[in-house]
């Protein structure tokens, strides 16, 4: 069983260009979250979804940065026209259904993004 | 979910001791998790306790929780090199639908 795939792994980008990040849940897994982690920072909760939903988008920033997770195909992240401070590791998780209840999440190995 | 606060930020062992990293929350838990970090990397699940248990075991893990006292502590026993990471808690479940808050983490250093 295939753990969860992250793609691509590194990303570089000039500022005012867009990111698209993508993220392939484990299989049988429903949800999806999306963590972003600043250089020398611990991870932060950006997006919570669940297929063609957005359960919980809190930690998104109000501008630039938006997420689906289509009935077909990966979970994407996509941020437009980046900033340097843009610049972190994101990283996807996936969980079983019933995540309201805590489930445990298997962590993908991320997508380093540097913006130039 | 519920940032875990752990404790203490920094702990360096040699090999072959006993690695004890703490944790305290604030709020009600249905469970609560341990994940570790090496380097830069995605965190991996290390072992989750529901509410109702006092203690589980994986492999060198240990680990305890006291819902009183709101707090629960891993042990790693005859620690390796390959242990060297970042290791965090987060208490989960309840109204927070499935996203988990970290804390700075401990970050431990087991040297050869």
């Known amino acids: 069983n295939a753990g969860v795939m992250q793609n691509p792994r590194h990303l570089v980008r000039r500022r005012g260009q867009e990111a698209r990040l993508r993220c392939s849940p484990m299989?049988?897994?429903?949800?999806v979250y999306w963590y972003r982690q600043l250089p020398e920072e611990g991870l932060k909760f950006m997006v919570y979804?669940?297929?063609?939903?957005?359960?919980?988008e809190s930690g998104m920033p109000k501008e630039r940065f938006s997420a689906e997770f289509p009935k077909e195909g990966p979970s994407i992240l996509r941020i437009q026209q980046v900033v340097r401070g843009d610049s972190a590791a994101y990283f996807c998780?996936?969980?079983?259904?019933?995540?309201?209840?805590?489930?445990?999440?298997?962590f993908g190995p991320g997508t380093r993004l540097t913006v130039t | 979910s519920q940032q875990g606060e752990e404790d203490p930020q920094a702990l360096s062992i040699q090999e072959g001791e006993n690695a004890t990293m703490n944790c305290s929350y604030k709020?009600?838990?249905?469970?609560l998790q341990w994940y570790r970090q090496n380097s830069g990397r995605g965190l991996v699940h290390l072992i989750l306790?529901?509410?109702?248990?006092r203690e589980k075991h994986s492999g060198r893990l240990r680990v305890t929780l006291d819902t009183s006292k709101k707090s629960s502590s891993l042990l790693i026993t005859a620690s390796r090199a390959a242990d060297t990471a970042s290791y965090f808690c987060?208490?989960?479940?309840?109204?927070?639908?499935?996203?988990?808050?970290f804390g700075q983490g401990t970050i431990l250093t087991v040297h050869p």
């Open positions: 998780a996936s969980s079983p259904p019933g995540g309201g209840e805590g489930h445990e999440q298997y």
């Open positions: 299989k049988g897994h429903s949800h």
């Open positions: 979804l669940q297929k063609e939903n957005i359960i919980d």
């Open positions: 709020t009600s838990i249905n469970n």
């Open positions: 306790i529901r509410s109702n248990e």
């Open positions: 987060v208490g989960a479940g309840g109204t927070s639908y499935g996203k988990l808050t």
